[in-house]
């Protein structure tokens, strides 16, 4: 489907809605069960609402003809400096990419991580970070990404997970 | 070498530069260069000092007769609510785990990690995280931690990295 221009902007306070749909949308893509998402996506809006409205979280949001169709989350997270960032406090993190099913393969999640990555460059980020889901590892490596020695475990209190690692 | 019973305590704030030659030390196992190092300490020290004295870094320290011979450290991370934490906003994240040489195989970074872990239980963290050194790695494995799909890259204005994502 290719109907139009495709717009850019950032997202805004307003988008409250739209990106917690993003960030559901892609994890049932990758597999997790409704109930779960669910009382993620509960969660998520308190978690996210606050963080909208004082711009700690940012991104991106592509439209065609007023419809919104594919976008891109962006935080910065505190972390101890490290040899890859040694006079760093911080990482970017990129989050929450979805293409809406009908504009894939002409390139939306492409765009949207050079437009991720160009505004960590301009903040002075010198290093960033993303998990990825089995179906955006081959496009983030075409970027440039590589995998990191992270690993995790489902605290004894935790239960089991409901999907995996990503 | 066992030179007598392991002492535990908690971590305090007169542990500052202690916390900074593990940290410092288990990146040089790792293969960091001098020059990366000194600079990444000189940031970390500044970074620890107001997270110690606050208690958002945590962690636990052995000594063997007054003197310590390991350490770990503790953080909870910022992250939005996820299929495996849906309900909660933060993650565990364990770091520093430093074993002096001479006092490696014996049992003692197994007794800092279920000691972090049993930390993250009591407060409730329903997932927790760490990077590993290729040393570390098969220790965390039998732990039951496993990999993740986390991936990263030095941004274009952040040059090459001084040694791997770990």
Redesign the interface.
């Known amino acids: 489907m290719d109907d139009g221009p495709v717009q850019i902007r950032e997202v805004a306070p307003a988008d409250l809605e739209l990106i917690c749909r993003h960030?559901e949308e892609m994890?049932r893509d990758a597999g997790?069960d409704e109930r779960?998402?669910v009382?993620?996506t509960r969660?998520?809006r308190e978690?996210?609402e606050p963080r909208l409205n004082d711009g700690s979280y940012s991104g991106f949001i592509l439209s065609v003809g007023e419809q919104p169709v594919a976008g891109i989350g962006l935080m910065l997270?505190?972390w101890?400096?490290?040899?890859?960032?040694?006079?760093?406090?911080q990482r970017?993190y990129i989050?929450n990419l979805f293409v809406e099913p009908e504009h894939r393969r002409r390139g939306l999640a492409v765009r949207l991580m050079r437009l991720a990555?160009a505004e960590?460059?301009r903040r002075?980020?010198?290093?960033?970070?993303?998990?990825?889901?089995?179906k955006g590892?081959p496009l983030?490596r075409k970027?440039?990404?590589?995998?990191?020695?992270?690993?995790?475990?489902?605290?004894?209190?935790?239960?089991l997970?409901?999907?995996?690692?990503?």
């Open positions: 960030r994890f997790s779960t998402l009382r993620m969660h998520f978690w996210l997270i505190d101890p400096p490290h040899p890859l960032h040694p006079e760093q406090s970017g989050l990555e960590f460059v002075g980020v010198r290093y960033e970070v993303l998990h990825a889901t089995d590892r983030y970027l440039g990404w590589d995998s990191t020695a992270e690993m995790a475990k489902m605290t004894r209190g935790g239960g997970p409901d999907s995996g690692h990503c």
